[in-house]
């Protein structure tokens, strides 16, 4: 069926990186963006940026910017997400989501999330 | 604070109707941008509820339905139900800040 599959629970000390997998099946990998979305404990959901999967190219919010990098690997059909020199504040549940529609477009499909603990 | 600005809790008996409202700005919403809305159970990814300001995806009840007038949007649920009780989020397209953003979220109750 058309999903999108997280990668598993990790936990890094600070300063540390860390590398979250999706990996997309059941339609065309290359015909949508993916994007990154993430939710710290008790908050609201925060745009990271997105990937074109078809050319690799990438945009990032600012606040991102220089620390997190998006790639894709078209032979599985997966994108990646790292964030460099991680901080308490950057514990958060990591989703992905493909965007469908016109213009900006919204989210139809997302991954079941990731957990990212970051503790000394 | 978040870009687009709902109301952190709405609530309503069953059987009531509510809304949830979601103001933005002449660079989002009042640029012409689409508003979405989803629905995020406890431990659970967020589910698209409504698009494209008004449409609603297949296996989505009629009871949910969007509008959308100048910078702002609602998102009104009528028929309450239990099964209801959930957080609930705006996003759209920010063309000043060239970023997808979202809403600080509406904790509804069913009382």
């Known amino acids: 069926q058309v999903q999108l599959v997280q990668s598993g629970a990790e936990v890094k000390k600070p300063g540390a990186s860390v590398k979250v997998s999706c990996t997309a099946s059941g339609y065309a990998f290359t015909n949508n963006f993916i994007h990154w979305v993430r939710q710290a404990p008790g908050h609201g959901l925060e745009w990271m940026g997105l990937i074109n999967p078809s050319g690799g190219t990438t945009s990032l919010a600012q606040k991102f910017q220089g620390r997190v990098t998006l790639t894709r690997d078209t032979s599985t059909s997966t994108v990646y997400m790292e964030i460099n020199s991680l901080t308490s504040e950057d514990r958060a549940v990591y989703f992905c989501?493909?965007?469908?529609?016109?213009?900006?477009?919204?989210?139809?499909?997302w991954g079941q999330g990731t957990l990212v603990t970051v503790s000394s | 604070q978040s870009v687009l600005t709902q109301p952190p809790s709405v609530s309503g008996a069953p059987g009531q109707r509510v809304t949830v409202s979601c103001t933005g700005t002449s660079s989002n919403i009042g640029a012409n941008y689409d508003v979405h809305w989803y629905q995020q159970l406890p431990g659970t990814a967020p589910r698209l509820l409504i698009f494209d300001n008004t449409k609603r995806p297949s296996g989505v009840p009629d009871r949910f339905s969007g509008s959308k007038s100048g910078t702002s949007a609602s998102l009104a649920i009528t028929g309450l139900q239990t099964e209801d009780e959930a957080d609930y989020y705006c996003q759209s397209y920010d063309s000043s800040l060239d970023a997808w953003v979202f809403g600080g979220g509406t904790k509804l109750t069913v009382l």
């Open positions: 989501a493909r965007r469908s529609g016109t213009t900006a477009g919204h989210f139809g499909l």
